[in-house]
Nanobody, 121 residues
Framework: QVQLVESGGGLVQPGGSLRLSCAAS????????MGWYRQAPGKQRDLVAT???????NYGDSVKGRFTISRDNAKNTVYLQMNSLKPEDTAVYYC???????????????WGQGTQVTVSS
C-alpha cells in the first residue's frame, strides 16, 4: 500500500517561511504528478501547486511568486517552500500523488493525512 507522509507544518508569523515535505512510502515504480492542496475552515480544497515527474510545475494564482514546489524522484518526495506567508495562507495542507505505479498495483490518486499551517501575528 502506498502512503504519503507529510511534515513541516506549524505556526509562523506573517512574512515568515515554512518548508513542507511529503514522502511516498511503499514499493513504488513511478509517480506521474505530485502536488499540494489546501483547505481552510468553511472553504473547498484548492490547488496550491503540482509538479510532474519531468519537472513541469503549476501554481495557484494566490501563491505564485511566493511558493516553490520541487521533488526528488529518487526519494519519491515532494517539497513546498513557502515564503512571504500571509494570514490567508492558514489552512490544512494536503499532499497528493496521481498515477502511482508500484508492485502492489496502480493508484489514480493518493492523499496524505494533511498538516496544519497557521500564519498569525
Amino acid at each position: 500500500q502506498v502512503q504519503l507522509v507529510e511534515s513541516g507544518g506549524g505556526l509562523v508569523q506573517p512574512g515568515g517561511s515554512l518548508r513542507l515535505s511529503c514522502a511516498a512510502s511503499g514499493s513504488i515504480f513511478s509517480i506521474n504528478t505530485m502536488g499540494w492542496y489546501r483547505q481552510a475552515p468553511g472553504k473547498q480544497r484548492d490547488l496550491v501547486a503540482t509538479i510532474t515527474s519531468f519537472g513541469s510545475t503549476n501554481y495557484g494564482d494566490s501563491v505564485k511568486g511566493r511558493f516553490t514546489i520541487s521533488r526528488d524522484n529518487a526519494k519519491n518526495t515532494v517539497y513546498l517552500q513557502m515564503n512571504s506567508l500571509k494570514p490567508e495562507d492558514t489552512a490544512v495542507y494536503y499532499c497528493n500523488a496521481e498515477d502511482v505505479r508500484g508492485r502492489g498495483g496502480s493508484f489514480s490518486r493518493v492523499w496524505g493525512q494533511g498538516t496544519q499551517v497557521t500564519v498569525s501575528s
